[in-house]
């Protein structure tokens, strides 16, 4: 599932994992993802939610205000996906695809968290006025301008 995934795009995997461990929540969901993009700090995605006008400080305290409660049981072995979170990483393969990408980026994991409605990273990335049809547009954009490596 994760082959084409850039170093970076698992590197988020890896801290969204971290973060449902750390909150001891029995599953990794949207918030989990976007709590791993934020954590990471850079990459495209960061990158396109910095150009887009949101405070990243505020973007972490939103999302950790809408986190649901830790649970009080000691997670042991793999934290599972949430259907959610899966769809979201379904939605990152075809926007790479659809954009012609021969990779999955913090850029596709971004449009795959704003494609997927319903979870509470898609909901906090649009109270901060952040919609799958403009981001896309600024991906767009953004791979239009020369630049040393557009790939993260």
């Not at 973060?19 to 700090?41: C, F, M, P, S, V």
């Not at 596709?108 to 649009?126: D, F, Q, S, T």
């Not at 901060?128 to 490596?149: A, C, H, L, Q």
Request: net charge neutral; aromatic share 8%.
């Amino acid at each position: 599932m994760f082959k084409r995934f850039t170093e970076r795009a698992r590197r988020v995997i890896i801290l969204a994992r971290e973060e449902a461990e750390l909150y001891r929540h029995e599953y990794l969901g949207t918030e989990h993802i976007l709590q791993g993009i934020i954590k990471d700090g850079g990459g495209i995605a960061i990158a396109i939610v910095q150009k887009s006008g949101v405070d990243m400080t505020q973007l972490k305290k939103e999302l950790e205000k809408n986190l649901p409660r830790s649970s009080n049981s000691l997670i042991i072995g793999d934290i599972p996906f949430t259907s959610r979170a899966k769809k979201v990483l379904e939605f990152a393969v075809e926007e790479a695809r659809s954009l012609n990408h021969n990779y999955i980026g913090t850029e596709h994991l971004l449009l795959g968290l704003l494609k997927e409605k319903e979870g509470v990273a898609c909901r906090v990335l649009n109270s901060f006025g952040m919609f799958f049809d403009d981001v896309r547009e600024k991906i767009i954009d953004m791979f239009k301008e020369p630049t040393e490596s557009n790939r993260e």
